[in-house]
């Protein structure tokens, strides 16, 4: 099964974003969002939020 981290991951990848600018768009960190990618903490609901207006996509598939 893949992880939300590995998800989200995999999205900011196929966007050719780096970390850096990735978290910048979703407003937290660099290393939350490394944190968050490596499965140690799990995305907040305001992250959610933010990564939805970034992807513009069904937040579906990250627990699918």
């Given at each position: 099964?893949?992880?939300?981290?590995?998800?989200?991951?995999?999205?900011?990848?196929?966007?050719?974003?780096?970390q850096?600018?990735?978290?910048?768009l979703?407003g937290?960190?660099?290393g939350t969002l490394?944190?968050?990618?490596k499965?140690?903490?799990?995305p907040?609901?305001?992250?959610?939020?933010?990564?939805?207006q970034?992807?513009k996509?069904?937040?579906n598939?990250?627990f699918?």
């Amino acid at each position: 099964m893949v992880s939300i981290g590995e998800r989200i991951k995999t999205i900011r990848k196929e966007n050719f974003y780096t970390q850096a600018e990735f978290a910048n768009l979703l407003g937290i960190s660099q290393g939350t969002l490394s944190d968050i990618e490596k499965d140690k903490c799990y995305p907040s609901y305001q992250t959610l939020k933010s990564l939805r207006q970034v992807i513009k996509m069904d937040l579906n598939i990250l627990f699918d």
